[in-house]
């Protein structure tokens, strides 16, 4: 039961999970839901989760953490040559609208029923749960870490593209949520726009004054 | 029980419903908590919130849009002239980053506990409650519509005013989010350096290039 069949029953408890906080929340998320949700027999969950909740949250946030970071990677590299070096094909302000409008079709497919489950687990159980706040912490790393490392090899001054990465994040964040309250994607697109202009400041000229309309 | 007396106990449960929220989430805090918390009498929340949860969570939300306007208009009132004019005796980006001090500082007093309620209730609540949806959008509304006008005030065209201010409320929400993840304000300082250039572009020169370690 720890073989192949054990860990695809596990990946599918977490799988769930993470639906489920995406559209209610964590502790809105019951483990019955989980379970019913996954399609994985009654007694699964504590075998494989054998602490709970905790643990299964967890599990689900580092699985969105490594989600959004392949997305952005595939952006980057679908942007770049084909050996996938940096290459000057896409400005980083069109690379991250690429992920802007992955994110924006996400939402919409979802009827705007889908937020971030690692913002929601750390405004729920930042201040309930050391394990999940650091879990939190360490996806918003998993994130920045990599955008920073690429505005690098774009001729960022390090110091600059660590802080310029974490806004870039922060700004991605904050726009999915203020999407899924309006019901709308113009705000993720206000926020592409806005990223264009701190991100390819030599293109700005164009950018800046553009209506959005 | 309808006069000033009542209006009190409701605010005070509005008050602590707010505070619990930021803390824990609207699914984590559960009626009996915020009316202990208040301090009113047991049977006061369904005499004030007849429809119980989600008209108290309204109120909530309410009370965080109004009071976080607030703090972003006397911010704005500070940098300007003592007439309260748009005078150019603080740039755009110097309000947003007085704000973003703001912010900071109750993240820090809180020991990093509070987040935005608004968020949370979006994140938890949007699938699942179209009156508490609502109050989000309104919420984040209530904050867009004026700092596009003060943009528009400092001279930005209309349409590029209210796409900056999204970006600009985006960024904020965001920015809280992953500080508090982090226990950290260095997100938030990134964001007010971030918005600064966004901002001031005329100052751009010094402020993009300025390494924020």
Known sequence: MTG???AMTSARLAESMLELIQRNGYSGTGLNTVVEHSGAPKGSLYFHFPQGKEALGEKAVELAAARFGSLVADSALESGSASGSASASATPGEVVRRVIDTLAGM????????????SVVTLEMGARSERLRDACANAFESWIGPVAEYLVAHGRPRPDARATATAVVSMVEGAVIVSRAQ????????????LAVLLDEGDK???????SA
């Open 183 to 194: 019901r709308s994607t113009e705000p993720l697109r206000c926020a592409a726009r806005a």
């Open 4 to 6: 192949t069949k054990g």
């Open 205 to 211: 000229g164009d950018e800046g004054t553009e209506a």
């Open 107 to 118: 939402l919409t497919d979802s009827d705007f029923q889908l937020g971030c489950p690692v």
